[in-house]
């Protein structure tokens, strides 16, 4: 049989095979003869799991300067009254009046310490050889390994971000998630909601060894919280009169509109049916395009497409993710998040990845001086490493749908 020549497209094969007849098998062997006929396979692995990390990736990321913030959790907006009916509370004063007590804000400082995150992965030398010195057909190699893991530590990051707080106990092991980067159900949380999940002290408490965000006794760091039935112990169905009630809210607390929404792809399904819906009642006759569509060659009939997809809520991105968590509902979560600039520190987004050391990539092998002493096996060895966290600077733009049932 003529050798492998290269051939990477259909067009090649066939172009090869139906114009270089003279190239065409050879009769010398048979292929049933025992061992004649050896099937190699390519050192290429498919994968058949769904690595998206659209959270990690939808997230801004900016230069870690400092190990904090200062927040305002109280606003100085109520004067004293400096005489008898001398001033109001918001500054009117009689003519000639006194002249009022200072006011101002209450400013608590938050401190965060970077999280390292890590990825190992290895081979042992024999297979490491087997694979760049022999004709063996085989996968995982070094090389090979560090294209799936790549995806798998974006990934395993995305969980961390992801990660329902409510369901954490108090143990060793979940106690150990505090290593992880921060999730974004813990940071955007309120006290009624820890009110009604009836959860461990520290369950609604981000960064706990460093910062003191409890909201199990105070508002003060709450975000909007919202469930459909209004009851955070009942779930229901997604409206859009909820959507837009929970952008309000959003809007009176942070005075700002959300930047981006997340949520699972069931979710993303459920905010699809309800303006499907409204779709479909409209006088669709100025809306409707006809066309069709190239399916591997073969066209469909002309006519209209049945269906509709979301790529934005109310000029608002809606991002979709796998991880997205799921409370007492059948959905996963909606985050309605604020990752813009805020006007008092214009570097520094709301929410986002504050990055010490960006991800990188280290090896072991006998690529390097000192191996195999290095690794004290007789092993190539690599991991893919960051240090950061994910931190806030405004819970009050920040907020969540819960409890979400499906309307099928």
């Known amino acids: 049989m003529a050798s492998f020549r290269g051939l990477r497209n259909i067009d090649e094969l066939t172009n090869y095979w139906y114009n270089k007849s003279e190239d065409m098998v050879k009769a010398g062997f048979s292929t049933a003869d025992a061992g004649a006929y050896n099937p190699l396979y390519g050192a290429i692995a498919w994968i058949n799991f769904n690595l998206e990390a659209n959270v990690v990736s939808v997230l801004p990321k900016f230069v870690w300067d400092y190990s904090g913030a200062r927040i305002m959790t109280v606003k100085g907006n109520s004067m004293a009254d400096a005489g008898s009916s ?117 369950s609604y408490n981000p960064w706990k060894d460093t910062a003191d965000i409890n909201r199990n006794t105070a508002t ?121 600039p805020d006007k008092n520190a214009p570097l520094k987004p709301m929410l986002g990845l504050q990055v010490l050391k960006p991800i990188l990539y280290y090896e072991a092998s006998k690529r390097q001086q000192g191996y195999p002493f290095i690794n004290e096996a007789f092993k190539d060895r690599a991991l893919y490493e960051m240090m950061a966290e994910n931190t806030c600077r405004n819970f009050k733009a920040q907020g969540k749908i819960i409890n979400i049932n499906s309307g099928i």
Not at 134 to 140: H, L, M, N, V
Not at 247 to 271: C, F, H, K, N, W
Not at 327 to 335: A, F, I, Q, R
């Open 86 to 202: 001398n001033n109001t509370s918001k500054g009117g004063t009689v003519q000639g009046g006194l002249i009022a007590g200072a006011i101002k804000p209450t400013v608590e400082e938050l401190l965060w310490i970077p999280k390292t995150l890590q990825y190992v992965f290895e081979v042992s030398e024999l297979h490491e050889y087997l694979v760049e010195q022999s004709r063996d057909d085989a996968y995982g190699s070094l090389a090979q390994q560090r294209v799936y893991a790549a995806d798998q530590v974006k990934e395993m990051w995305n969980q961390m971000l992801t990660l329902k707080s409510s369901g954490l106990a108090d143990t060793a092991a979940d106690n150990l998630s505090r290593l992880d980067l921060e999730s974004l159900d813990r940071i955007v949380s309120s006290k009624a909601e820890y009110d009604a999940n009836n959860v461990t002290t520290e």
């Open 220 to 340: 003060t760091w709450d975000s909007t919280v919202v469930s459909p039935t209004g009851d955070l112990n009942t779930a229901d169905v997604l409206t859009d009169a909820i959507l837009r009630n929970t952008l309000a809210r959003l809007r009176i607390a942070g005075g700002r509109e959300p930047t981006v929404m997340i949520g699972g792809q069931d979710t993303y399904s459920e905010v699809q049916s309800i303006y499907m819906n409204a779709y479909r009642i409209q006088n669709t006759a100025d809306l409707r395009s006809e066309f069709n569509v190239n399916a591997n060659g073969i066209s469909t009939f002309t006519g209209t497409g049945v269906g509709l997809h979301i790529s934005t809520i109310y000029n608002i991105p809606f991002i979709p993710t796998k991880d997205s968590p799921v409370g007492l509902g059948e959905v996963g979560d909606l985050y309605l998040l604020n990752t813009a």
